[in-house]
Every structure is written in C-alpha cells, then in structure tokens.
C-alpha cells in the first residue's frame, strides 16, 4: 500500500503498547492512507457524494444510466456562485459537464446528473465558481427597481459584460451577443430598458454556454467504477439441468435431465422473455454424507444429491457432472443461449463435498481439528456434515489462484454472470481482489452476491465490487415497508449495490407466497419486474408451487435434493406464463424500467394499494414514463384514489388536465386527472401497469 | 498542494473543455487529492466517525472530554470478532486504547470513548481482529451443553488457551492463569468443569489485557485537534466598556465610560461567577455617516456611533478608542481580570468606517465601483453607507497580514478569546488559514464565531477551525425543538461544532423574551446554563431589559448607538443577579455541566416541561449526574410525571428503587422513583436543577 510522503502522515502510530506485541499476527499489516490536508477553496465545496470510504473504492455507475452527484456548494456574503459536476473518462478526459441544482435551499445541497457512455475506471467531481455576472443581475435588477443608484448599475453591467465578451471565442455568436448588449446599454435610455439589454435571454443563454468564472474551485475527485447494462438490467431464469428433461422409469428410478435437455429448455425461456439462462452448479456431487430428500441425513440409493455438494472422484469445480454431460454439451448450451440472445449465469458455491478432489490434494486449504480430522460446516450445535468449507486464511494465495482459475475458465468458455452462493462467509478481501482481477480481465462478467445477511455485509459486498445482489425484497410484503425499500434502493444504496428482486428462489419460499395462491404469484411478480431493473424467477413458479417443507420456508420436495419433472403446460392455465412474458415485454420496451435511481412514490388512499412511478431522465434515450398500481392483497378486491404527483413525473405542465395512461396489462387505455380512482381484484388483474403517453 | 504519486491521480482530467480557458482565474487552482485505493483489510472497518471531508480536516477534542470513535466492524461467517478504538498523541505514540462496543446489534455499529489529555494536533484510529478465545468460547459453551464433540472442544480449547499464553509476558501473571486452567483442563474431569476452567474470569481477565488478536487489521488514521478546555466551556459576560461608569452630565451630555471604569466592572463579574469579560470592539469609531440613537441614518452631537463602525484618524483596529484610554489601561485591565481568574474576550468586527486608516493607506482593500468611489456595506436594495467591507480578493495577501498581526498585537496584549463579528461575510478560506496559524503560534487563543446564518456555514466554520460557534438557541423555544437541538449538538454536529448558548446579545431580544417578562429571563438563563458548556450573558440581563425597538428584535435605546448608565443594584430585586450567580456556581461544581456530548433526554407527560440530563464519562472524573427539569411556559404553572431513563443515568441497579436527588437551585432533596411527579411555577421556581447522589 502506499505510504503518503506528506508530513501528517510520518507521524504514524509508533507500536509501544506491550499488548502489540502479538506473535501470530503478520508484523505489518496493511494500513489505510492518512489523507492530506487540503484547503477549504474559495467557493467552498463540502460532503460530495456519491464518495465510499473517504474516496477510496469506487460508487457504482452503469453504462446509460444517469447517477447524482450531490455537492454542499455555498459562500461568504451576498455574491452569487455556481457548481457543476464533472464527468471524467478512465483515460481522465472531461466526458459531461452539467449545471447543478440547489435540491435543499436554506441548505445549499447541489446536485447534477451524469450519465457515462462505456465501461471502466471513471471519476467525476465538482467545481464551483464565483458569478460575476448573476451577482450583477441581481443587484442591478433589485436597485433598479427601487431606482436607486442606476446608472452606476448599467454601468457596472457594462463592466461584467465586456469582460465576458473577452472571456468568449472572438468571433463567436455568443461573443457578438454580449458586444450588442454592451452597446445597446451605453447607447443611453430609460434604466430600465438598459437593464433588459444586459440580462435577455440571448445574454444568458451566451452566458450559458462561456460562464463568467471567477475563483474558480475544484472538489477532490472521486472514483466510478461504471459497468455494462446487463449488471443493472436483466431478467434472469433459474433452473436445475437435470431436472430438465428428467423422467421415472417404469421400475421408478429415475433418468436425469442433462445439457442437452437443458438446451432444449432455452427456447422456453426466451419464448417468455427472459434475458439471462442461470443453471444451479453443474458440477460432481459427493457421496459422502450426501443428503436425501427433503434434506434428510441419509441419501436413499438413487437420490442425485445436493448440487450444493461439490466435487467427487468425477472432479471439482472445474469438471461437470457426468449425468450432466460433457464441456462440448456445456459449450452447445452457450453457443445456443448466444443464438437466443440469452446470457449464462453459472451458480458457484465456494465448498467442498468430503469427496471433492481439494480435500485429498489439498488438505491445507481446510479446517484441520485438534483430533486431526477435517472440519465440516457447523453452525453449533448444528452439523453440516456433507460440506467441509475453505479455510481462505491456511493458504490464501493458493485458494485465491485456484478459484480465480476456475470462474477464468467457465467465463473462457462463455459464462458472463457468476450467481455466488453465500459470498458472507468469505473473507471480503478476497472478493475484493477477485473482482478487481475480473473488472480488468473479464469486465463483460458480473458477478451476483447471493448474501442473506446483514446490511452491512449486504452492502460491503456491493461495495467492494459485486455488480449486483440478492437483497430483502422477498420479505417486503407490506405496503409502506416495499415503498420505504423501493427508495433506498434507488436513492440511499444505489452507490453501493444493484438490487435483483427475486419472489422465490430454491430456498426461499415466504408465507405470503406459500399462503396467496396464484394471486400472490402475479403480485409479486409484477412487483418483482417493475420495481427492479433486475429481476429473476426460479423455474416452477409458472406453475405457482407454494408448498413448503414443513417447518422450512422453502419447497417440500426440493430439487436441490431430488430430480423434479415438470408439466410447464400448466403454467398457461394458471396465467402465469403469460403473465412472466407479458412482464418482459413491457420491460424490454420501457427504458424507465431498466434503470434503478428514478423511483417515485405516489400516496393513495389504501393500504393495500402501491403506487409508484419511474421516468427516464435525460441523458438516458427517449422520455419514458411508467406507472404501476398494484394491489397487495392476494386474497380481495380494494379500489383508493391515488395523488398523483405530476411534478415527479415531469407533468407540471399538466396540472389541472388529464393525461392518457395505457395500462400495458390490459391494453387499456385511461384519461386520468391527478387524483384517479382504482379498483383492483387479485383474483382478475391485481395491477395497473400504464405508460404515460405525453402528447 | 499535494500532488498525489500513485497511479490512479496522475489521470487527472485534462483541460479539454473550451469553457476551461478562463482568463480572470489563476491558471491553477488548488485541487484536493484524490485518495489511493485500500483493500478492505480481513476484518472489516467501515465508516469510522468522526471524519470531516474525506479525513482531510481535523474533528474537534476537548483536554478532558470524552469523545466518541464509531466505525461498523464485522466479518464473514460466524467466528469471533474485537475491535478496539485508539487514540494517537500529536507525536504520533498511543496514549489511549479502549474495546469497543456494538450499539447497533444487527448492524455491526461499534463505538468506543477516548479522552485527549493535551492540546494539540491528535488522530485516532480503529483496529479489528478475529478473536479466536471467543469462538472457541462460544462453540464449545454451546456444544457441550448440547453434549456434541465435548472432549474435542476440550482440546480445542487448550491448543487456543497455550497459544494465548505463549502471546503473554514471560511469567505475567496472566500467562500464569492461563498456564494453570491448561493443566486443569488436561487433568480430565467432567465436561462442563473443564470447561469452566477454560472460561473462568481468571482467564477472561488476563485474555482483556493480552488478548490472542488474529488478523489485526488497521482503519485509516484520522485527524483530532484537541483544544484546551476553554473552548468548551466557559461562561461569558458581555458589555460595552464605554456604558461602565458612564453618566450624564446636568446639561444631558455623557461622559464616557472607559477602560479603567471597566476594569472595576471586572469585580461584579467575577462576583456572579463569570469565567470570560467579553468587551465590544474598543477602537476609534468613524464619523463619517455615523448613525444615531436606535439606528438613525444621523448621528446628533454628543452621539457616541457605533463600536461596529471601526476606525478614524486616531487609528484603526490595531488602536484604543481615545475616550476608553490607553494601552496602558487595557493592559491594567487585563492584568486585573488575570488577578480574578478572568479571561478577556474582544469583539472583532473586520470592516471598516470610510474614516478608517485603512481607506486612505490601502484603497485597494475595498471594492471600488465603476464610478471610483469605494463600495459601502449593500444588501441590494439595503445600504449601509457608514461601513465599507473589505474585499478579501483584490489583495489576499496583504489583508491576511494585516489582520493576522491587528489579532496578535491584542493577544500579545492578553487577549485570549475573539468573538469575531459576522466571520461568515468573510472568505472561508481566510479564516481556515488564520486559525491554523494561530492555532500553532497561539494555542490557547480560542475564536468564537457570530455566524447567524444558514448550518452548512455555521458548520463549516466550526469544521474550519473556529473553536465555538453562536447558534441557533435562542430561537429554540419549543419543547420538541429544544430536545432535537440538544440532541444534534451534543451528538451530530459535535465534531464539527462546540455551542455557546447566549439567551440574548446586544443584537437579539426575541419575542419569547420580550413577552414573558422576568420569569423568561429566568428560565432561559438556566437552560442556557445547563443546556451548553459554553453559555454568555449579555449586560443588562440582570435587570431583565425587555422592551425592543419597534420593528426590531433587539433593545430600544441599545447601547450600540449610545450611553447606557445603568443601576445594576435592581438586578437583586428582579432575583436574576442572584439566579445567574447560582448558576454559575453549579456550573463550576459539576463537571457533568461542563461537556458537550452526554445528553439524555427524559419523556415528560407536559409538552410545556422538559427533562435532560448530563453525566460524566469513563476518563472525565468523578462520576457527577446533573437532572434539570424546567418549566418553559413562562406564564403559569404546569406539572407533569417524567419517565426517568435510569440506565441512561448510568443507575440500572437502582430499578424499582429510589434515588435521593438535591437541588441545587432551592437546596431541597428529595426521594424520586423512575416515574416523579413535579409541578412548577415560573413565578417561583420554574426549574429543579438536580444533582443525583449515588450511594
């Protein structure tokens, strides 16, 4: 790590305390640099945001979407001031200059919007400026009016102006604006008709685009790390090869599904319209201690074993189950998927059945007990004895190489997206350096933190460079907790993570889903499509599957456990189907809802009704507004008025009239003033999706 | 300024812009360094507080006061952690060290308090490590008393416990505890009793003071600037040292008071228990546009101007107004207010009467307008033609040295405290280089800042440099407002902000005050008293001064614009001489009164009657408990019960039992339980103002 070479720093800490005197601790660890002093500027600009870690890691940008950048900006005195954000390319050219906003006056909170146009290592950061000319419209515009002092004022205005004009390109139109003025205000005349000379609109918008500015200041500058669309916007389907295609014999053995089989099934992905294909982990599964069905201790003869359990005498991470097939069936299933537009995400679970090949090469990389026996995963007093876990501390450049070396090959032969199970129970600074090592190497790759865990763990994973993660959203349910969500996803976190919303995965399934019947399958997945740019469903929910283990709040019969063939057919009959394609189309078509930081919340008068909205903002393609209405409550019928706010959706214009929304769903259409009144039937269609058609 | 060596800041944006050619700004402004990368370190520190921009600017210390170091600690699975928080000596030597405690379960939010014990430039720091002692602990607790792997978690236990003790002195007695539970534990026995051995306090003990820190990770270090203990606390008395003494001679013209006449002021002052004489400005006043009595735009003969309109031909801020005396005088009267253990504030007002020596010696101090005549004081269309601001810009360089050595000639004359008039007109970044210097060649010299504005000047001063801060108290009048202000300043903005609670000033008179007669002066002094450190009083507070010029909130006839005599033995008859005497007094006997940061708020059932309390903490003294409870209707009587937060008051022990609490304001004691009722008239005592006694 570097060492600051200014004279703050060299007082680092001597150790002296005796207790630091620690003999199984490396002798230096890293240690973050101390920051150097910088003086507050002229125009003083405080608290930028997005900043993680004074500075040091990188907020999260996306190519296309627009991200804030807010900024304290204020002065001494009565002058006037400006502040801009700056957008700069890795190669640390200026990309996007915009005028900021005061969002919170009295408070002088300042925010701009930028959007970066391609992936890597960017930076932004703001400037500020002393306003010669906006201090001069105001004093003169004030004391003219009172009609005080005002040929001194035109006077002055002379002044700013003609340094303004030289401050211009020479020859230039916005040059030749302000020279006419000048002209204009010295010619002689009424005060007033002077003043107008010097602050028309072709001055200002002159002013625009050559400001005036003096004592220029600069922030620090700050870093963004800015990744493809796909880490932000994609519509994932998750399954189990082998259950694809998997049937029982006569004699009730069953035959597994295969890569072949699976490849099959892509077509029926995209014929609903999903974007990314994720298969459960393909690899070998152990024998040893191998869970049965329903997670039982002891597997049956026949029962295929936990995925989750990897690695046999058949090979590791990098082999794939031979029930499964072969590289060259792996390879068709990519080749496929690329055909269908469809990207692969592999799931990778960092853990190693006793029978995985580590375990007898490398014993080092595990938990050896006092008894000299290996550890398995234990959550004491609870066992699990079919999992020996990694124990990255042993041998941690050996770990980082092997693993690294083995997504490098999946992504070599074709996998873009990584779905890592229980990324928590690593060491952060693993991931970190890993996924620095891919952004260079691989930065069409995005990784996907499967972390159901705390919020500081949850973010710190988004922080130190996962693109996207599972989050809580499965357990939001009630109206005011999925709105307060909803915003913190798109206002609070967004520096920090990329959300996927999943209703259900292989191990989740909450009451509301095991209790709603097909109603809470719609409403979550119309919750699920529009309130995330990133959205996944497990396979089955087609056929609204909500039969729990008992005791557990996920599938009883799970295919993490056994084979499970399905008759999707049923998935027309429930509407699900239709509706998960329907869902995708909509997304695909409105570029509102493929982007996180542009929610807006709409009261209604329910509590069982959500209404929110997303817009694109410029910068970010075609103006684009999006609507959703949704009832809640999968078992009846509720109708509120909703207060629309016109301002958030860009309407002002509309106050006092009417707007068409056409309802995406249904496909009709409404004239709806600013206070509609709806009534939804969980049981017919449970929400309102409207685009906002602007004349 | 710096330029950073590593390898992301030589990307810094290049000028590409057209718009960058700015001909009237240095060619290259000052640009804060960008910070370096650090790795998330294997137990992860994050958001370590306090930390002003990025750690680039120093958090406020106090010799003496406690301060909180909070950072959100927290690790991958489910082992142990620790983290303590350490605070660093300008030398850069470890001078405290304490554990942290997580406040937030959940969230991982540790927080530990540390108390600087000198003056000067500290930092403080946040180190983790993975606590191998509690795991184990906490696994083999669990685990035998499910009856699982009991003698592997026996033997577990003495391999961590040998290498604890291998990690301790040499024949300590702590490798001596741990030496001898090993060999008990290695003895046999039943389970739970070897455990015992294992987790006995003989070993938690010597393990608090040795403890086996694996993983030692580091937070960044961050910068603390520890001031002395006048810059929190203190209590202020203000006057205008032309008023002491002065009378009105048979034909109505007034004799000046002066110095000397201000010096045998110093008795009284000291005589109701005040620590600061604080004087309005004592230069030479101008002439030119004088204003009059109660802000006439023209002065009549014999009117004595402004303090505020600084400097004539007798000198400028560097001189002695000629009616007040000599240098000789104010040094007589800063030797007499050293001999009472009084400290001497002076009032700078940086800007100038047309008169002043400045104006004709460096015209280029000033804005000059387009005209040639130089600029006077403007808040368009507002004129205030007896004042010309400096301008900070047209010679930075030259006012700086100026007003540098104007500030040292008085502090080498004794001043040790400026109360410095409107610094937020000024250029921040003149002030943050002005208390830098004086921060280093005159530490004890503490600067009060008089910024009425809006919070992110008000804090940025503080965060620049200023060591206490006007505010917004007396304009807090409301039950809830009083409490949430309480809570900000003692918890948010401590770091950046130390309070002086003023209930009025020669500029403020609010209408709470002009309205509620004696009984508000009685009740603002004792919550100023107690509610803030730092608390001042303006003169003629005693006599409970409360009518206002019309249109105005500040004193009709104020001794701004005139001669005040007054008869200060009428402040025994109003009771508020002796109230602020009384005041003070218990002030200067509880320490708890004296810090900033240990406010607890107590629910009361009256929304006219509030309850806070203070209480020292670890490393500030004696433990001292301070419970004020205050009538804030300064009309009628109310009464209400109050819900005692008894841990809070550091008294868990005493839940269900009585405390004995005296009041120190009418000497009574009485028996409280957790739920007390009072009742209190603002016309007799409107406030208890308790001092717990804890057996």
């Not at 400006?82 to 200059?97: F, H, K, M, T, W």
């Not at 700013?160 to 916005?174: D, F, I, Q």
């Amino acid at each position: 790590m570097n060492t600051s070479s200014n004279s703050r720093s060299s007082r680092k800490p001597v150790a002296q305390d005796r207790r630091s005197v620690q003999k199984d601790t490396p002798a230096t660890p890293v240690r973050p640099q101390r920051a150097a002093f910088a003086p507050v500027g002229r125009i003083p600009i405080l608290n930028v945001s997005p900043v993680i870690e004074d500075g040091r890691w990188a907020a999260k940008g996306t190519v296309g979407e627009a991200f804030p950048v807010q900024a304290t900006v204020f002065r001494e005195g009565h002058d006037a001031w400006s502040a801009e954000a700056v957008l700069n390319r890795p190669d640390g050219s200026e990309a996007q200059r915009v005028r900021m906003v005061d969002i919170k006056p009295g408070l002088h909170r300042y925010e701009g919007w930028l959007v970066p146009d391609a992936v890597g290592e960017w930076s932004f950061h703001v400037e500020s400026w002393s306003d010669p000319y906006r201090t001069w419209e105001h004093d003169a515009t004030v004391k003219i009016e009172a009609g005080v002092d005002e040929q001194l004022m035109i006077d002055e205005g002379v002044r700013v102006l003609t340094r303004a004009a030289e401050n211009m390109p020479e020859g230039s139109s916005e040059a030749q604006a302000l020279t006419d003025a000048v002209a204009a205000m010295k010619a002689g005349g009424a005060p007033s008709s002077l003043l107008g000379h010097g602050i028309s609109s072709a001055v200002k918008d002159a002013l625009a685009t050559y400001p005036l500015r003096d004592m220029l200041t600069f922030s620090a500058e700050y870093p963004l790390n800015v990744d493809r669309e796909l880490a932000l916007y994609g519509s994932w389907y998750e399954f189990f090869p082998r259950s694809t295609g998997a049937y029982q014999n006569s004699d009730g053995s069953w035959v597994s599904g295969t890569l072949k089989t699976a490849t099959a099934e892509l077509d029926r992905v995209k014929a609903m319209g999903f974007t990314v294909a994720y298969l459960t982990p393909i690899h070998p599964i152990g024998t040893t201690n191998r869970k049965g069905r329903n997670n039982t201790l002891t597997a049956e003869p026949g029962d295929p074993g936990s995925p989750y359990g990897i690695g046999s005498e058949d090979g590791g991470h990098d082999a794939i189950h031979p029930d499964l097939g072969t590289f060259d069936d792996f390879d068709s299933f990519v080749a496929r998927a690329r055909e269908l537009d469809l990207e692969v995400a592999l799931d990778i679970a960092l853990q190693a059945s006793p029978d995985h090949p580590w375990v007898k090469e490398h014993p080092e990389w595990f938990t050896t007990r006092v008894d000299g026996s290996i550890a398995y995963a234990e959550n004491p007093p609870k066992k699990y004895q079919d999992i020996y876990p990694l124990n990255f501390d042993n041998d941690p450049e050996g770990i980082y190489v092997a693993i690294r070396d083995m997504l490098a090959l999946w992504a070599d032969h074709g996998v873009t997206l990584f779905r890592i199970d229980n990324p928590h129970t690593k060491p952060l600074e693993f991931w970190q350096r890993l996924l620095a090592e891919f952004r260079e190497k691989y930065p069409d790759v995005v990784f996907l933190a499967e972390a159901f865990t705390n919020p500081p763990m949850l973010q710190a994973l988004g922080a130190i460079g996962f693109h996207q993660s599972y989050n809580y959203f499965a357990w939001r349910n009630e109206k005011e907790e999925i709105e307060e969500y909803l915003l913190e996803l798109a206002y609070d976190s967004d520096h920090l993570v990329r959300p996927a919303f999943w209703p259900t995965t292989h191990d989740i399934l909450t009451p509301y889903m095991q209790r709603g019947g097909v109603p809470a399958f719609a409403i979550r997945a119309i919750l699920a499509a529009t309130g995330s740019p990133t959205w996944g469903i497990y396979s089955g929910y087609e056929l609204a599957e909500n039969i729990a283990r008992p005791g557990a709040e996920e599938q009883i019969d799970n295919e993490k456990y056994q084979y499970k063939a399905r008759d999707y057919s049923l998935g027309e009959s429930t509407g699900i189907t239709p509706l998960l394609t329907k869902l995708n189309a909509i997304r695909a078509a409105h570029p509102a809802l493929q982007k996180l930081r542009n929610v807006t919340i709409h009261p209604t008068t329910s509590d069982k009704i959500l209404c929110f909205s997303k817009r694109t903002r410029e910068g970010e393609g075609e103006q684009d507004i999006v609507i959703v209405v949704l009832n809640l409550d999968p078992f009846i019928t509720h109708d509120a008025l909703i207060d629309l706010n016109f301002a958030a959706l860009g309407l002002d214009g509309y106050a006092g009239r009417s707007i068409t929304v056409h309802d995406e769903l249904s496909d009709q259409t409404f004239e709806w003033d600013q206070r509609p009144f709806v009534r939804l039937d969980p049981h017919g269609s449970a929400a309102h999706v409207l685009s906002v058609r602007v004349s």
